[in-house]
């Protein structure tokens, strides 16, 4: 039994109707009003309310690093981590103005991160090398969508309206690509890109490793905790609790780049439920983005080339739909404003 309801229709089909109303040629602000109809359907309201964005960033290492797939250390991780709640990261500057609660996870970095101001919800520190073990256990990864439910509950307890996971984990899109291939059914070479940025030898060696760790589990049924265990890590899983949690509440999940992505798709497999309350914010430069995002049925808002995770472009996003929103609530109706309508 699903814990997640499905988004309202009723308030759906009130808020196209409305749409119709508006002072503008009908369908002119285009994508605008089809999110605001979304966000009026998952908010069961014809007219949603302004959004109260949060942003829990979770962070974990992974073993499959020790084969060379990043372009990064793998120390950068726990540094980042710093980074975010010293306010010098990327995430850092767009949660601040954006206006949106920020909060740090350990799920899992290799680094002891004693004394940062973050979440310690370490479940082990760093996840096992995908492409010859399990990244974790069942046990761990039951821990991971645990640490990721009490992220979202703690979220939605402060007030938020609007659900934004991020990522940090130096080598973390090569899981990410394996469990997107696995649950796409796409080629590892249509999914795989270069992450941070390795060079060709690098990107060949990486299509390899995803090969490897998916030829590890190419028997059929495992499920998605199985999947997440096998092919997963941490933060990865953190992130798919964190979805399944908030859709139960009944809060909108704005989807960040190709980890985000991933760890959907896993949330999908989990409880298919979870789906019709993601919203894609961005197209992440990385390969695979756009087809693990058609997967899910979903289209970005807009393709700004960014690559970097830590929920930046799901923050960069948020503009977007409170415009719509303040558009959808704001505007006047043709009988409001005495504008004649399409057919006088
Ligand atoms: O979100 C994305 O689309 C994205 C694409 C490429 C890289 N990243 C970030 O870069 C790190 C993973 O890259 P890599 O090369 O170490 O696998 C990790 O910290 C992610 O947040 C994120
Ligand atoms: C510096 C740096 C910052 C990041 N933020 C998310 N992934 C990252 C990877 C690196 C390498």
Redesign the pocket.
């Known amino acids: 039994m699903s814990r997640i309801s499905p988004p309202d229709l009723s308030a759906l089909a009130a808020a196209q109707a409305r749409q119709q109303q508006l002072t503008k040629p009908a369908g002119s602000l285009g994508q605008l009003e089809s999110l605001a109809c979304r966000l009026a359907a998952l908010q069961g309201r014809e007219v949603p309310l302004p959004l109260s964005p949060a942003i829990s960033v979770f962070a974990g290492d992974h073993g499959v690093c020790a084969e060379g797939v990043s372009a ?1 250390p793998q120390e ?1 991780t726990g540094a ?1 981590v710093a980074n975010f709640v010293h306010g010098g ?1 990327a995430i850092s500057v767009l949660a601040r103005v954006n206006q949106a609660r920020l909060e740090v996870v350990d799920a899992g970095v290799a680094a002891k991160l004693d004394g940062l101001p973050v979440v310690h919800a370490k479940v082990r520190a760093g996840s096992g090398n995908i492409r010859r073990e399990a990244a974790m256990s069942a046990d761990e990864v039951q821990q991971a969508l645990e640490v990721g439910r009490n992220a979202a509950q703690r979220a939605i307890a402060s007030g938020a309206t609007l659900l934004i996971a991020g990522d ?1 984990g ?1 080598g973390n899109t090569t899981p990410s690509a394996a469990l997107i291939c696995r649950l796409s059914g796409h080629s590892v070479d249509s999914i795989v890109g270069r992450g ?1 940025g390795v060079d060709d030898a690098g990107l060949a060696l990486k299509r390899q490793v995803v090969a490897d760790a998916l030829a590890r589990v190419a028997t059929a049924g495992l499920d998605g905790r199985a999947l997440l265990a096998e092919l997963g890590g941490l933060e990865i899983a953190a992130i798919a609790g964190f979805y399944l949690e908030g859709a139960a509440q009944g809060v909108p999940l704005l989807l960040d780049g190709f980890i985000s992505t991933a760890a959907a798709l896993a949330a999908q497999e989990i409880d298919p439920a979870v789906t019709p309350w993601f919203i894609a914010s961005h197209c992440s430069q990385e390969t695979g983005h756009q087809l693990a995002l058609a997967a899910l049925g979903l289209t970005p808002l807009v393709d700004f080339g960014l690559r ?3 929920g930046s472009g799901a923050a960069l996003a948020i503009p977007l739909l409170q415009q719509a929103i303040a558009l959808h609530a704001g505007m006047a109706t043709f009988a409001e404003a005495g504008v004649a309508g399409k057919n006088g």
């Open positions: 990064y950068v980042m990261a940090m130096i941070t970097l995770g830590e």
